[in-house]
């Protein structure tokens, strides 16, 4: 639709689009803006938005309560090893369903979903109960299978999806060549799948490294994750408010900036494909 | 070696039958064609010599071998598919050697195969390049090539020119062509075009429904066909077929005569008509007649030129020798 | 496409995600059945039998029950309000030309990947906080009394902490639904001298339906489960006590599993009803 539209129409869209753009982001912008201020700037009426002495100090406080890398270090295991099992246990999984199609793919699929809308809440004791048996309470393995059970349906969606873009003629062809079942997933799907691997990865490192429920009724101290640390906060420490923003920007950091390539992913991903 | 034979195969989906019991012999070294209307099995029959499908029931053996259910990998087959299937994240080098790096054959050799089926077809200086950043006309070439370098008992090409355009075809068709009479391996060829059929068949298999409607050489099924089916769909322009009393008058149902076997004059002949359309193509015209009586349309073909308008009476007269008959069953009467 | 080979692998294959999702899904939950016909205490007897429906009666009979329904409904509807109106004006206003657009976006967006409990905490402190908020410091600013938020009104609170959070949500995929709404549609519709509202009303909005209702029900199952938000600004007091909340208390605060069980086949059963008509969709989809 190429129509020229008028500079003051484009300059009335910018100006107003920047203004709520930037008021959504202004909790972000603050709390990193916080972050660098003593703890005297930080609540000063009125408030200082960019003329206050840049400090690191309330960083170096953080990182030295000595536990802090230990639940960042928690974050990744978790996030990351609940994603890399989910796909391991996904691919296989996504290459059935949508190489080898049966009249019962799409009940699967839904049933799938159907698990994750389960509330969590309706099966907290037994979880929590099933963690005490197996001595698992409190530990980062019952936290990356809970996480990977949890997201494993919208894994094995997006993989799906992905998947069935492939065309079935180029793993027909591999088999003709000689590959085995294994050279053809290993050769040839994968290696053509890698950016929907790739997004797949991404966004559900996202969602486990976000995710509060389990991480905050299954911890701790040992395998607590930054979810957990982040809310230790809402004690009275919580005044602190240039440490509490130090913190928060460490713990969203990394994922502001994953989230900003993983943004074209989210919409097919979070709505199973429904909206593309 | 590389003779295929198919024993009472038949092939179902679900309720649906596809493949009525089959037999069929394909001989070591024959260019061998299915060719039918779309939905007639004949992409179906080829995925189940090549296994990429299971037989519902019935014997497929290969080189006098029970090859019923042993895998793709392992019947010692090509395939060339439609779309070219090339793996798209490797080289056309890769490409061409990923079968030999499954068969384990040494480096060396792979080279050596690569370099002379990269030569045979032209792909030298593409050898570095992505499947993504080559014409049709090159990537059929890769899908050949990769299907050569395995030195396959036979090769199965599934409608491999359809993708191209009209003037690559016919390139390709020949190239193809070529490269069996230097190879000498058998091939199995799909296509919905009688033209591919005609030109590049040492036998041609039609096929209908799953059945299969007849068997022979390229101008067997010209001059004999066995039915009205096999009449219909092989020659171009179709040939004519004609009902009712026209046809009685020569003890059928129906009779069918080829456009190239009517004559044509302005002033006498058997059955009069009025000229349609009339396709000139410098070397033929296609004449169209309307209002003979004996059919919607009648094709007429002549030789070179003539000066006919829209709309003027036209004679034709069947060479009658070569008239063909049909019972009412569409079988063919002699 | 397929042989038996294919096919047996096929099946194998997917075992793994099939058994273990299905050990996920079916273990805790025959589970939690079973504890919700049981008088279950564990730090008080453990135990204690079957008492039929009792939990059932008692969970609903209970004078926290209805207001934690309202809560719920409260919250999820005033989330599904806002987020959803604002992110039809915020998408329309993102497809429109302007410079900058990629970055707007993931301004938009960003709140999004903000973990719960960070956002919860930093609208409780940084901007809620009575002396020291933000918010307080601008109601002085214009001469008015700070409003202690999380208290006073603690229920709008809550609700702008979880729309901040859901907004991105409803606007990144309304966005993409207009993005492919075909141009040549509202281009048809203005030579046919349709004014731009009512482009809108008659083009775009019939367009979006069904985004709509996906934005709806996907947020109806997350906002359902919200937690985090919760537990770390008023902890379940000032009637901010959801049905999950009240659930979590009644499991893990006073330990009373028979109870808490019930109350969870209740929110399992209310999430299988708003998951049955988002999975119609899906599945509607995936047939195409």
Redesign the interface.
Known sequence: ?ARA?TQQ??LI??A???G???L??F??L??IL?SFKTEATA?A???VFLNFDWTLENYTAVMERSNYAKFLWNSIIIAGGSTLLGIL??V??A???A??P?KRT?D????????K??????????????CIKFGLLDSRLALVVILM?MN??II?WMLYTYFREI????L??????????K?EIL??LT??A?PGIASTLLLNF?LA??E??WT??LTAVNAAP???F??S??SPE??F?AK??AA?TM??AP??I???FS?KQ??SG??????? | MGQIKLNQVTKSFGDVNVIPPLDLTIEDGEFTVFVGPSGCGKSTLLRLIAGLEDISSGQIQIDGQDATNVPPAKRGLAMVFQSYALYPHMSVRKNIAFPMKMAGIDEAEQNRRIESAAKALNLTDYLDRRPGQLSGGQRQRVAIGRAIVREPAAFLFDEPLSNLDAALRVGMRLEISELHKRLKTTMIYVTHDQVEAMTMADKIVVLRAGNIEQVGSPLDLYHNPRNEFVAGFIGSPKMNLVTGAEAQKHGATTVGIRPEHIDVSTTEGTWKGRVGVAEHLGSDTFLHIHDTGLADLVTVRINGDIQVSHGDDIYLTPQLDKLHKFGADGLRIN | MATQHSRSAARLMMAPAVILLLGWMLVPLIMTLTFSFKKYLPLRGGDLGWVGFENYTRFVTSSAFWPSVVATLAIVGGVLVITIGFGILLAILLNQPMWGQGIVRILVIAPFFVMPTVSALVWKNMFMDPTNGLLSHLWRFFGAEPVSWLSEASMTSIVMIVSWQWLPFATLILLTAIQSLDSEQLEAAEMDGAPTFKRFLYITLPHLSRAITIVLLIQTIFLLAIFAEIFVTTGGAFGTRTLTYLIFQRVLEAQNVGLGSAGGVYAIILANIVAIFLMRIVGKNLDA
């Not at chain 1, 809308?117 to 099933?130: D, E, F, S, T």
């Not at chain 1, 062809?173 to 079942?181: E, P, T, V």
């Not at chain 1, 979070?270 to 593309?276: C, D, S």
């Open positions: 639709m539209v129409r484009k869209n910018t107003i689009a920047w709520i753009g930037l959504i982001f909790p972000i603050w709390t916080t609540i009426d009125p408030p246990v996904a296989p999984a290459w059935s369903m190489f080898v049966s799409k699967i699929l839904l049933w799938m979903l159907s698990t809308m389960l509330p969590a809440v309706g099966v907290l004791y037994p979880i929590y109960l099933i059970l494993l349906p094995v065309p079935g003629e180029i027909e062809a591999a088999r003709m060549d000689g590959a085995s079942l050279e050769y040839i290696p053509m890698v996202i490294w976000n509060a429920f905050l009724n930054l979810t957990a982040i809310a906060y809402s919580g005044l408010f509490l923003s928060s713990a969203i994922i502001l994953l989230g900003w943004q989210l919409v979070l709505t199973f494909g429904a909206v593309k």
